[in-house]
């Protein structure tokens, strides 16, 4: 099969590799049909070699099942279906108690990941496949799983009708986040530095408001947006290590008895002026949020298909710009250079 595979720090090349096989009963395999350039890809794209070199990477994805292994039975062969790319151990502490979004040991381990999105075929478990309805498109599919860290926010920092809710940060994760803040019935008021994705925010999404904090003060705009005394959350969703340095904003324009959610990866290396006494005395709370796993009963990526399905995200929209697996390194060029092409959600297609 034909795979993106990383050569040489920012360029790819198609390449054929052996195909993935079914080695475990309850194993699927999927054709992928679309995939979507997340942020952590880009980031892993300009590294240096040999950091990733040879690996197929990618995690966003959706397709067809066309062989299914003999414990199967969730899917069968020709079912379209959107992909939890996340593969947990299934052993550890965290998994055994059904936490496995955070299990110390997903990913690439002993061949179990779903996780190789930017090539033709992926194997891995059936239960991380989500049929989806024949109405839902691909690349819609593939972005499934950004929505995914959303739904899990809004369950995280218990996010609810009629509250203010600060996103900083209007990426593909912001906007995700903005979206369902929307459906669970709360106001966005979401923050970035540039003016395109915040024009998205209001007039296709639906921002309450938006705040471009390069042209006015953004503490000052929230405390007038909520009379004086701050958001009920402020989520951060800046990526690319750089997102605590926002935290000390964050802990400005939260009210008393509060929400930080804190979803853009941050820094290691942390020095900053945070008002920790505000979030001492006022009882704010700090959350981190990473990945999704279920809400309640039910799966936190199959809430994210159902709401697909009945029409309730913004998915399509989101979507800006779409290229042939072929054109891999002119997909990762526009997706990285979003003030130059108004790119939002770049997706492969194969
Ligand atoms: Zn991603
Ligand atoms: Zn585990």
New binding site residues.
Partial sequence: MKAAVKTAEGDFEIKEVPMPEITRPDYVLVKIRSAGVCGSDLHRWKVPVPASVGRISGHELAGDIVAVGKDVTNVKVGDRVGVDSVV?????????VGQ?HI????GDIRGKTFARAFCEYVAGPSSHVFPIPDHVGYGEAAIMDVYGTSVHAINRLDIHMNQKVVVIGAGPIGLSLLDLVNVAGADGIIIDIIDHPLEFAKNTIGAYATINSKKEDPVAKVMELTDGRGADVVVDCVGGGASAFLLPQAVEMVRRKGIIGMVGMPSTDLNLHVDWRKLQMGEVDLIGVSGFYHWGNDREFQIVTDLLSKGKLHATEMITHRFPLEKINEAFTVAADKQGTNSIKVVLDS
Avoid: L, N, T
């Avoid at 151990?89 to 055994?96: D, H, Q, R, V």
């Avoid at 299990?103 to 997903?106: A, E, R, S, T, V």
């Fill in positions: 947990p151990c299934g052993e550890c502490y965290w998994c055994k496995y299990c110390p040991y997903k």
